[in-house]
């Protein structure tokens, strides 16, 4: 029996479009870096946890894959974090994204050993964020995997070389600033407005590649409410400044809540200074 032209054409497109949404391949890290039992234990957890966190969301193509690797460490293997080209994300962070991703395979074999549970986190984040980029079909935008991502690199970068400041691997600072809010509030006035042009125009007269923004409060409320009250404060600020035409690939948004006050107060102690973002630029 013949088979039609239309047919093969119709089996040739399937085939493709089968091949698009395939799993990820997974892929081991060198030998030489497995070191650490205690990180294999927690590259399992983190995995487990993604995975889980993807099936509930129905993304079971994904939660097969997080599934995978976190079974790969539970029987000893050092895996490497997904590559940048095994997914279809959006291209106008591409540099940035396989920039993060060198960063994550340049760690020493001592970091692991050392930092076991942040360097899984790191792993994983990097691999979420990916899924995560993959997932919006669209211009690039931050997740919060990827400041998970940033957060974590950052300490283990600082363990090797910065001397227990995070902020000191971004680069040569440049200038800082601080926004200030009323009690309870994540409303920008116009004071804080000022502030952020200002910001807006070092970036554009400066070769700068990062924009730190760290939220903070003071202790008038609880512990978590008020680590959730400065991420809010942060993301405040980080919104306006993208809406300035600041690149969203260089702003990494952080949260301190009520701890490291500019100034420090007994608990419950309402202090205008201590509501505040800090926006650090590095270049």
């Not at 976190?70 to 590559?83: C, I, K, L, R």
């Not at 395979?105 to 942040?118: C, G, I, M, N, T």
């Not at 609880?222 to 680590?227: D, G, H, V, W």
Request: glycine share 4%; hydrophobic share 40%; net charge neutral.
């Amino acid at each position: 029996m013949k088979v039609s032209q239309a047919f093969l054409s119709l089996m040739v497109v399937t085939s493709l479009s089968l091949t698009s949404c395939a799993t990820p391949p997974l892929v081991k890290r060198p030998i030489e870096k497995v070191e650490s039992s205690a990180f294999l234990k927690a590259l399992h957890t983190e995995y487990a946890t993604l995975a889980a966190h993807r099936r509930s969301a129905l993304d079971f193509k994904d939660s097969k894959h997080f599934k995978a690797k976190a079974a790969a460490a539970a029987e000893g293997t050092f895996m490497a974090p997904d590559s940048p080209d095994i997914r279809h994300l959006a291209t106008d962070n591409y540099p940035g994204i396989w920039a993060a991703y060198e960063r994550l395979q340049a760690l020493p074999a001592r970091v692991f050993s050392a930092y076991p549970k942040d360097s899984a986190k790191a792993h994983v984040m990097y691999d979420c964020w990916l899924e995560q980029l993959e997932e919006q079909k669209q211009n690039y935008k931050s997740t919060r995997c990827e400041q998970d991502w940033n957060n974590t690199i950052l300490n283990l970068e600082c363990a090797e070389h910065c001397s227990g400041d995070p902020s000191a691997a971004y680069g040569i600072p440049v200038n800082d600033y601080n926004v200030l809010f009323a009690l309870n509030s994540i409303g920008l006035d116009d004071k804080a407005l000022k502030t952020i042009d200002a910001i807006v125009n070092v970036y554009k007269n400066n070769h700068i590649s990062i924009i730190n923004i760290t939220g903070y409060t003071d202790r008038s409320g609880s512990y978590q409410y008020n680590k959730t009250l400065a991420l809010k404060r942060a993301e405040a600020v980080a919104s306006t400044l993208i809406e300035k035409n600041i690149p969203q690939r260089v702003v990494v948004v952080n949260a301190m809540g009520e701890q490291s006050g500019a100034i420090h107060t007994d608990d419950d102690v309402k202090m205008e200074s201590n509501r505040r973002v800090n926006v650090q630029l590095f270049r």
